[in-house]
């Protein structure tokens, strides 16, 4: 199994020179992949101009976004923004895209969340078209630039509703996990991905991406507790202890969370961290195996 790192873009007081420290150390690790989260409404960086700035700093990671709810977004803008980081990143980017659940980020975009099952399945096809080079609506114009990876970024599609992963057998790569709470440690969510993916007639399987929070050292039970109150807190769909309870902070945890991962048959594990600390990376990497 594979393992990525997070930036520590939720964090507050984050700096620019914490950030860029972040995904040189992570580049130099034996990690394989440097992942952002997506929020708008929220005071942390927005996550595709980020990764843009991270594609500079780096030469071989993969930069994954987890995930963007994005049917709040423009399609054509997205395409291009994702396109215009492949190019830069020479073709290391993975776009993990949902179809997103936080309201806010819908209202400030002026996007109705009804219907927006509907508008993410038109979007994902249309994101193809225009990677392939397809003239876009009425205008008869392909956007560019074209990905470097052919037919655009690898596509990993988050969610756990039974219809968004029944998504990935026809639009998508692979799925994208998180691992919250002691339901969530199932492959039952994978399964259903599979099945699509065997329905579609495709080759091989969906790569499976699933990712943890992670905060080592001392004030990792006080950075676990912080984080949990401030993020979560105001959300009645959340069990904070339940949560808690799953985010490793010792080398042990971390041990631990990632036998079960494996058993799980993940491909890769992403840790997000509660910390902007790049301490905490080396950590991280005294706990892989």
């Not at 990764?51 to 071989?60: F, K």
């Not at 001392?218 to 799953?246: F, H, T």
Request: glycine residues 10%; aromatic residues 6%.
């Amino acid at each position: 199994m594979r393992f990525g790192v997070g930036l520590p873009v939720e964090v507050p007081g984050l700096t620019e020179t914490q950030l860029f420290d972040w995904a040189k150390r992570t580049e130099a690790g034996p990690f394989d992949t440097i992942a952002i989260v997506d929020e708008i409404v929220s005071p942390s960086l927005e996550s595709l101009t980020t990764l843009a700035a991270v594609a500079a700093l780096t030469t071989r990671v993969r930069l994954m976004t987890f995930v963007i709810g994005s049917p709040a977004r423009n399609t054509a803008l997205l395409a291009k923004q994702a396109a215009t980081i492949d190019v830069l990143s020479g073709g290391r980017l993975s776009l993990g895209l949902g179809v997103g659940e936080l309201v806010d980020d819908f209202a400030v975009s002026g996007v109705d969340m009804r219907g927006r099952g509907e508008r993410f399945d038109q979007q994902l096809t249309e994101l193809r078209q225009i990677w392939n080079g397809e003239p876009v609506g009425e205008t008869g114009r392909a956007l560019g630039p074209m990905p470097v990876q052919p037919g655009g970024p690898e596509l990993l599609l988050g969610g756990w509703a039974p219809r968004a992963l029944r998504r990935i057998g026809r639009f998508a790569d692979g799925y994208a996990g998180a691992v919250l709470s002691e339901e969530l440690l199932t492959d039952e969510h994978y399964q259903i991905a599979l099945k699509s993916w065997q329905d579609e007639g495709r080759k091989g399987r969906p790569r499976h991406v699933q990712a943890i929070y992670f905060a080592l050292g001392e004030q990792s039970d006080a950075q676990r507790e912080e984080y949990l109150r401030s993020a979560y807190a105001g959300s009645p769909d959340y069990d904070l202890q339940a949560m808690a309870a799953m985010i490793p902070t010792s080398e042990a945890d971390v041990r631990r969370m990632i036998e079960r991962i494996e058993e799980l048959g993940a491909d890769e594990l992403l840790f997000h961290p509660l910390s902007a600390d790049v301490d905490q990376i080396s950590r991280l990497e005294q706990a892989l195996p």
